[in-house]
């Protein structure tokens, strides 16, 4: 555990490093290569809700989370359906990076009945505990308490299940998730804390809301094992993941992972140079240099794991699937009106 006062990102939260191409030296070529399918996947479908609330198709509020895609899927690698997963308001990689599907993605975000949350909860209510995914809130740091208390089920049915609870850097603010923090490290409960430092809150920069652009000093406060990464290396963010899983799986308490990145969209919506008012022009242009999934696949043609003409294939496969997954949320039906008692408690 560092020892030392955490009071800054450092380099981290300067968009001009980590720019190169991440160091995939002794990984699995056939890993690397699903990760980038994978990002590919959550960046295309992201960018395909973006351009139907652009065209009125969709109604609800949308959190974009596209330049993020590799926290969610470096942390995923390493967890079963039967660990417990819970997001927050801009959770679309969480879902599709434990093997959500683009049908029910979609058809949520339209309001149909074959959505995951049958229609009923849109963009920020995901919920499919058949891959682990136990819903996603837009309640600012909601979530947080309640994996704690999956952490909490999950130590006292001793079957290695583990929590994870992703939440951006705003939600640290929240008395409630200080309170999780403390609760998990007296009782030393299993919760993977993934805190997806974007730098901003809505439209608030962390510089300006907080005395350190770094959210890991409270894990340090609470005792709590941590690890402060470039959240757009999806090689670390795993590796560090399988450390953090590992180490709650044996019972050794919960791991708060800071995995440093940068949304490309506003805070709600399409817009990608305004967050709420804030124009980010000149800054967004340069953090999209740490784009995380150009940063792998010059890694992999590089070291001749990938060539270009693949990597296209790559792209143009996951836009069919794209293509058919849109089109059958829009065949499929609304919901009854009579659904709608129906699905506000549990049978």
């Given at each position: 555990m560092t020892?030392h006062l955490?009071?800054?990102?450092?380099?981290?939260?300067?968009p001009?490093?980590y720019?190169?191409?991440?160091?995939?030296?002794?990984?699995?070529?056939?890993?690397?290569?699903?990760e980038?399918?994978i990002?590919?996947?959550?960046r295309?479908?992201e960018?395909?809700?973006?351009?139907?609330?652009?065209?009125g198709?969709i109604?609800?509020?949308?959190?974009?989370?596209?330049g993020?895609?590799?926290?969610?899927?470096?942390?995923?690698?390493?967890?079963?359906?039967?660990?417990?997963?819970f997001?927050?308001?801009?959770?679309?990689?969480?879902?599709?990076?434990l093997g959500?599907?683009?049908?029910?993605?979609?058809a949520?975000v339209?309001?149909?009945?074959t959505?995951c949350?049958?229609?009923?909860?849109?963009?920020?209510?995901?919920?499919?505990?058949?891959?682990?995914?136990?819903?996603?809130?837009?309640?600012?740091?909601?979530?947080?308490?309640?994996?704690?208390?999956a952490g909490l089920?999950?130590?006292?049915?001793?079957?290695?299940?583990?929590?994870?609870s992703?939440?951006g850097?705003?939600?640290?603010?929240e008395?409630?998730?200080?309170e999780?923090?403390?609760?998990?490290s007296?009782?030393k409960?299993?919760?993977?804390?993934?805190?997806?430092?974007?730098?901003?809150?809505?439209?608030l920069?962390?510089?300006?809301r907080?005395p350190?652009n770094?959210?890991?000093?409270?894990?340090q406060?609470?005792l709590?094992?941590h690890?402060?990464?470039d959240g757009?290396?999806?090689?670390t963010?795993?590796?560090?993941a399988?450390?953090a899983?590992?180490?709650?799986?044996?019972?050794k308490g919960?791991?708060?992972?800071?995995?440093?990145?940068?949304?490309?969209r506003?805070?709600?919506?399409p817009s990608e140079?305004t967050d709420?008012?804030?124009k980010?022009?000149?800054?967004?242009?340069?953090?999209?240099?740490?784009?995380?999934l150009s940063?792998?696949a010059l890694?992999?043609?590089?070291?001749?794991?990938?060539t270009?003409?693949?990597h296209?294939?790559?792209?143009?496969e996951?836009?069919?699937?794209?293509?058919?997954?849109?089109?059958n949320?829009l065949?499929?039906?609304?919901?009854?009106?009579s659904?709608?008692?129906?699905?506000?408690?549990?049978?």
């Amino acid at each position: 555990m560092t020892t030392h006062l955490i009071e800054s990102l450092g380099n981290l939260s300067d968009p001009l490093c980590y720019q190169e191409p991440i160091n995939i030296v002794g990984e699995n070529k056939e890993i690397l290569l699903n990760e980038l399918r994978i990002m590919w996947v959550i960046r295309k479908a992201e960018e395909k809700i973006a351009e139907q609330i652009i065209s009125g198709a969709i109604k609800c509020p949308c959190h974009l989370g596209i330049g993020q895609e590799a926290a969610a899927v470096g942390v995923s690698a390493y967890l079963t359906p039967n660990d417990k997963v819970f997001g927050a308001h801009r959770s679309h990689s969480h879902f599709l990076a434990l093997g959500g599907t683009l049908d029910s993605l979609f058809a949520e975000v339209l309001g149909k009945v074959t959505g995951c949350s049958k229609g009923m909860g849109g963009s920020m209510h995901l919920f499919d505990p058949s891959i682990g995914f136990h819903g996603s809130v837009p309640i600012v740091g909601g979530s947080v308490p309640i994996a704690t208390g999956a952490g909490l089920a999950a130590k006292l049915s001793k079957k290695g299940e583990v929590a994870v609870s992703y939440f951006g850097d705003g939600a640290i603010e929240e008395g409630a998730v200080q309170e999780s923090l403390n609760l998990a490290s007296v009782m030393k409960l299993p919760v993977i804390f993934v805190c997806e430092n974007n730098l901003f809150s809505s439209h608030l920069h962390i510089e300006l809301r907080q005395p350190a652009n770094t959210t890991a000093r409270f894990a340090q406060a609470n005792l709590i094992e941590h690890a402060v990464i470039d959240g757009n290396d999806v090689v670390t963010v795993r590796k560090t993941a399988q450390r953090a899983i590992e180490h709650a799986r044996a019972g050794k308490g919960p791991f708060f992972i800071e995995a440093v990145t940068y949304r490309w969209r506003g805070h709600v919506g399409p817009s990608e140079d305004t967050d709420v008012g804030v124009k980010r022009g000149a800054e967004l242009s340069v953090w999209r240099k740490r784009d995380p999934l150009s940063r792998l696949a010059l890694a992999l043609i590089q070291s001749n794991m990938l060539t270009e003409k693949t990597h296209t294939d790559i792209q143009e496969e996951v836009d069919s699937q794209i293509k058919e997954a849109w089109q059958n949320a829009l065949n499929a039906p609304y919901p009854e009106l009579s659904a709608i008692l129906e699905t506000v408690y549990a049978k």
